[in-house]
């Protein structure tokens, strides 16, 4: 049986208004609540432990029983790695990859969605990395076509396909990347080798993780309704943030009043 853990981290001390919509989220801390093992890191807060708190409890207002930790270290790609380590001596088998920043875009009314996609996850033993963030169709609207198709719930009209890291290339998108994802710990931990740990510099360790399955192509499904999606208004990859707020606020509404 699989044993989930997370990696959710956010980073120094200027990220409250994330804690806010974090807090809001109800289909996002229903599926995190699901988890077997529950962790939300800081990295390199600065000493500044109020912060900290203040952050922390508006995250544990919904996502229960997470336990709070704290990177000094001064390299992201060593946090990952340390972390991954860290879940495998916890007992967890497996690994929900998701930034703080990360929005669900299932209905609240209909958060249960997110059990059964990780049930399926669970109950599916060949299955090792499924991406949360994109939708299926995308890529075979790209001519590419999925290895084999499987029903995760008919009454939610739900699909998985499985395609191969280089057909996710074929198709325009990353190989692999930081989207939110669940993984098996090996798998993982391949990834984020000895040599991702010499990468200080995200993008660029990114890269290396999307060569990797470039040159070694491995199996990664995807759903045909789209879980996660990151918004880009805070921290160092700032893209249009008045238009990003603008769609959390949409978000927001529509999570609250529609449903699929």
Known sequence: MKVIGNFTQTYKTNRMDVAKFFSQDVSLNYFLNQLDKKFFSFHKPEGNIQYCKDFANL???????????????PIFSHVVHNHMKMLEEKGCTDVLFMYDDAMCTIPDQEKEL?????????????????????????????????????????????????????????????EMDDSTYLGRMDIVQGLYDETYMTYTNTDQAEGYVRLKCEQYPISRWVLNKRMFRYCYYTGMHIYNKDKELRFLDRLIKFKVENHF
Do not use: M, W
């Open 114 to 174: 997110g059990k059964v996609i990780l049930d399926f996850y669970k109950n599916s033993e060949d299955i090792y990395l499924l991406n949360l963030s994109l939708k299926g169709e995308r890529l075979i609207q790209c001519g590419v076509k999925p290895r084999q198709t499987r029903v995760v719930s008919a009454k939610h009209n739900l699909l998985a396909y499985e395609f191969l890291t280089t057909d996710y290339a074929k198709a325009s998108f990353y």
């Open 59 to 73: 995250i544990k207002q919904r996502f229960h029983g997470v336990e709070f930790l704290i990177y000094n270290e």
